[in-house]
């Protein structure tokens, strides 16, 4: 999808369809009154018979207004003027683009972040217009033949903005937007797909794919030979349970000086985890296609990074693997050696991630980080914990901690801190090895962080386990592509292209 901004006199732009916002109590948002104005108060003659009271998320289309060069104008209610907040205005957003998705117009204006919501600068609105309606847009169709597509989409948005002197601010959050929202894209995309198309292998050929495509970006796959040689016990016993085999995944983003310390994502690319031998339930087990999440993350910041050629080194790497129950799967009582040479004994083979992740982790060091994030689908204790809203963080990083919770915040995209105490690390005790991989009932996304943080003594490091956020489940489920929007602000932070915003 395309976004310009748009500037002037609204009654005189032309579109096909222009978005404007109306409260309770019929009260007209600015750009809508001086819509009222120029067609002889015909919106507020037409709140006053009661056809919309400014109930968030309703909506009313207008045809062939007076004095009016749109040829429709959408009235999207914003709920209570007091409460304007930004959850309200993405709701509007939301239930605006929709309408005008399905609509046929194929572009429209959009005039909703006048007045900005409360606590909201105008550079974050008009980003999150964009973000909004790139995820309302947004389809899957790799495999399907989508019948219920919309026949003329939104091809381009139109955002609205007052004074001249906020085209410069509003150019550079729609040149963010576009960025994050083909990042969101792929993230969503490569998660969608079913674990028979994604596999290990087709996600390390989707990297060297992205690596033809952006020049900055510099790809390296090792294979098992290559993961056995240096010694990934841990991670080649988890795929050693299936026919696919184990990738790991490198891409190298060097926008900085040569010796700038890099900033390393390591996202989980479990691509089906049926538990393996330590078998899921049926119920919803289709669901663990999405275990590859954190690496589909992973996939999506790099895709933002190099659309935004930013100045700065960052390396995401993504082991890529399956759980499944072969003979030769991992069995409860197991032993391996991690690359770090801990041994884990496995008495769970379904606690699956932090085995490919913490030999992923061990071979970050090589790389002298600046900071590492690992992105991982790690608990369903962790849903149990926070719900579907907030990613988990654990760190014990108080800066980092900082770091990305206010990235979050900025973003929209938010993550909780909980505890990473070593009060909780005995829960990882085994009579036969270094650590067991599973830590009881009690704190289980919290003994998860534990067993990673094993791992990471020799960087800065924190871990958001996404298991809650990265998809939807029933009748929209899909892909989210959360966390890309927090991880690219965190990056645009760090570049230094949020100045001034
Ligand atoms: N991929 C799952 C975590 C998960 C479960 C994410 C449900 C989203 C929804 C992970 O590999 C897993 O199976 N974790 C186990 C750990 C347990 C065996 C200690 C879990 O959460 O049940
Ligand atoms: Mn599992
Ligand atoms: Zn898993």
């Known amino acids: 999808m395309d976004f310009t901004l748009k500037t002037g006199d609204l009654a005189k732009l032309k579109t096909p369809c222009l978005v404007l916002g109306v409260f309770e109590k019929h009260k007209l948002s600015p750009p809508a009154e001086q819509i009222d104005k120029a067609s002889g108060g015909r919106l507020s003659a037409l709140l006053k018979k009661g056809d919309l009271n400014g109930e968030a998320g309703r909506t009313l289309l207008l045809y062939e207004l007076p004095g009016v060069n749109a040829e429709r104008v959408l009235l999207v209610g914003c709920g209570k003027k007091k409460d304007y907040n930004r959850s309200a205005y993405r709701k509007a957003l939301a239930a605006a683009i929709s309408l005008v998705n399905q609509l046929g117009a194929g572009e429209a204006l959009c005039a909703l972040a006048e007045p900005l919501p409360a606590r909201l600068d105008r550079y974050h609105a008009l980003r999150d217009a964009a973000l909004t309606a790139a995820d309302r847009v947004y389809r899957y169709d790799l495999t399907k033949d989508d019948k219920q597509a919309p026949k003329h989409p939104l091809k381009r948005l139109a955002l609205w903005v007052e004074r001249k002197g906020e085209v410069e601010l509003g150019e550079r959050a729609i040149a963010h937007a576009q960025a994050m929202a083909a990042g969101t894209d792929l993230a969503k995309t490569l998660a969608n797909l079913p674990g028979n198309i994604c596999t290990p292998n087709y996600l390390a050929e989707q990297a060297l794919e992205l690596g033809q495509r952006y020049k900055t970006l510099e790809v390296d796959i090792l294979d098992e030979a290559r993961m056995s040689e240096l010694g990934m016990g841990a991670l080649l016993s988890v ?46 087990m289709d669901e663990m296609k999405y275990d590859m999440c954190g690496g589909a993350s992973v996939f999506g910041a790099m895709r933002a990074l190099c659309e935004l050629g930013l100045k700065l080194n960052v390396i995401g790497v993504v082991p890529a693997s399956e759980n499944l129950p072969d003979g030769a799967a991992n069995k409860p009582g197991d032993i391996v050696t991690s690359l770090s040479g801990q041994t884990i ?9 932090r085995l490919i992740l913490c030999d992923a982790l061990t071979y970050c060091e090589r790389f002298e980080p600046e900071s590492v994030i690992d992105l991982a689908t790690l608990t ?56 067991a991989n599973i830590g009881g009932r009690d704190g289980g996304a919290i ?46 932070e760090r570049a230094g292209a949020l100045k001034n915003v």
């Not at 791992?455 to 871990?463: D, I």
């Not at 990265?470 to 989210?480: M, P, Q, V």
Request: proline fraction near 4%.
């Open 239 to 284: 795929a050693r349970g299936s026919r696919q085999p184990p990738r790991l995944i490198v891409m190298h983003y060097r926008g900085g000086k040569a010796d700038d310390k890099p900033l390393v994502l390591v996202g989980k690319g479990l691509t089906f985890d049926a538990g393996g031998i330590s078998l899921k339930p049926a119920a919803e």
């Open 345 to 353: 004994e496995i008495l769970n083979t379904d606690a699956e991630g």
């Open 447 to 492: 003994t998860a962080a534990c067993f990673l943080a094993r791992f990471t003594k020799h960087y800065r490091w924190a871990h958001l386990d996404i298991a809650g956020i990265a998809w939807n489940s029933g009748k929209e489920k899909g892909a989210t592509g959360r966390p890309v929007i927090l991880l690219t602000q965190l990056i645009l």
């Open 380 to 435: 369903g204790a962790c849903v149990v914990a926070l719900g579907k809203h907030p990613a988990g963080l654990f760190t014990q990083d108080e800066a980092l901690a900082h770091e990305i919770l206010a990235a979050g915040e900025t973003s929209g995209d938010r993550a909780w801190r909980m505890p990473l105490w070593d009060d909780y690390q005995n829960q990882l005790d085994s009579n036969f090895a270094d650590m």
